[in-house]
């Protein structure tokens, strides 16, 4: 598959490899777009073809890889908003013009007993692009996990942690375009953190539905697996989140989509056949699966997360 999707190569990783973007609405689950490509092709680049997609209102919520100013640039110029952590290597501009010193700042924090700021600068060293910087002091325990980790990696690649990365490891770094009367600076953490349910979504596309599990196979055989497998999993998943607001208003509760997608695979076939021939008895079907998943297919709270359903109710209403 290595014409089709060229991956890294190399000891570790394989000569073929495939990436999948997904894209959907945090408030109501609907897909926004899909796409099957190499895995040589950077998320950036992804994020740079997609910007024109983005409309007026639409709050941008990615990962570091994603990480462009140029796209933050065009989500500004369409009338959208972002929530992004701060590249390690951006330069940040006070409204002086001069680069900001994350260990002076570090020192004056600590000196004034500072665990918060926010900040107007300027991020990129060509660009100068205006952003709110909303800095947060992070425990030691948390800055010595991050050194020793970097040290790691630095280790591996045979160079040294600059000086520059441990000064900003002390901070939580979060750069958004939402005014601070509109967001305080808490809420831009709580609301980052809706981020990661991509990553227990593809979690639950590996361990539930198994769509990393492939066998040598020719290129056709291939994506019509894939496509159906990708076909399931946004039934499913549709089905999901229309009943999620739903039971929230109603119980206050989330689902776990995990527990839900794990039971809905073992109704495949009879969603399939009712899917295919929608009648009445098509609704009694999906009010019998909704009394089933409404039973204990509940999101469970964890002491040392924040709990979701909080971060939730910051954009359901």
């Known amino acids: ?3 089709s999707f060229p991956g890294f190569g190399g000891k570790i990783t394989s000569e073929a490899a495939l990436a999948i973007q997904y894209e959907f609405d945090a408030k109501n689950g609907k897909m926004l777009d899909i796409d099957i490509t190499s895995a040589k092709r950077t998320d950036y680049q992804d994020a740079q073809e997609k910007a024109g997609d983005i409309l007026k ?3 941008v919520i990615r990962d570091l890889g994603y990480f462009k100013t140029d796209v933050f640039k065009k989500i500004l110029e369409a009338d959208g908003f972002f929530i992004s952590r701060l590249h390690t290597k951006i ?3 006070g409204q002086n013009e001069n680069e900001i010193s994350f260990s002076k700042l570090y020192s004056k924090m600590t000196r004034d007993k500072q665990s918060q700021m926010d900040l107007q600068v300027f991020i990129g060293q060509k660009e100068k692009l205006p952003i709110r910087l909303v800095i947060d002091v992070v425990s030691e325990e948390v800055y010595q996990n991050r050194l020793k980790k970097a040290q790691k990696g630095a280790k591996k690649r045979g160079y ?3 000086d520059e990365f441990k000064a900003r490891a002390r901070f939580n770094l979060m750069i958004t375009n939402i005014p601070q009367d509109q967001l305080p600076s808490l809420q831009v953490y709580q609301l980052y953190k809706i981020r990661w349910q991509i990553e227990l979504l593809f979690k639950t596309w590996k361990s539930t539905c198994g769509i990393n599990k492939i066998h040598p196979m020719n290129y056709h055989r291939l994506m019509c697996l894939l496509y159906s497998k990708l076909l399931l999993i946004i039934i499913n ?3 999901i ?3 999620q607001r739903g039971f929230y208003k109603v119980y206050g509760k989330l ?5 839900c997608f794990k039971t809905l695979s073992n109704y495949f076939y009879k969603i399939r056949k009712e899917l295919l021939n929608p009648n009445q008895k098509t609704l009694n079907f999906l009010q019998s699966l909704a009394n089933i998943l409404s039973k204990n297919h509940w999101l469970e709270k964890r002491k040392d997360r ?3 359903s909080e971060i939730f109710e910051l954009f359901i209403s």
């Open 241 to 243: 989140n229309l009943l």
């Open 1 to 3: 598959m290595k014409d």
């Open 237 to 239: 998943d549709q089905i």
């Open 57 to 59: 209102g639409d709050l």
């Open 255 to 259: 689902l776990s989509k995990s527990k």
């Open 306 to 308: 924040t709990n979701y």
């Open 91 to 93: 330069l940040v501009f």
């Open 160 to 162: 040294m942690v600059s």
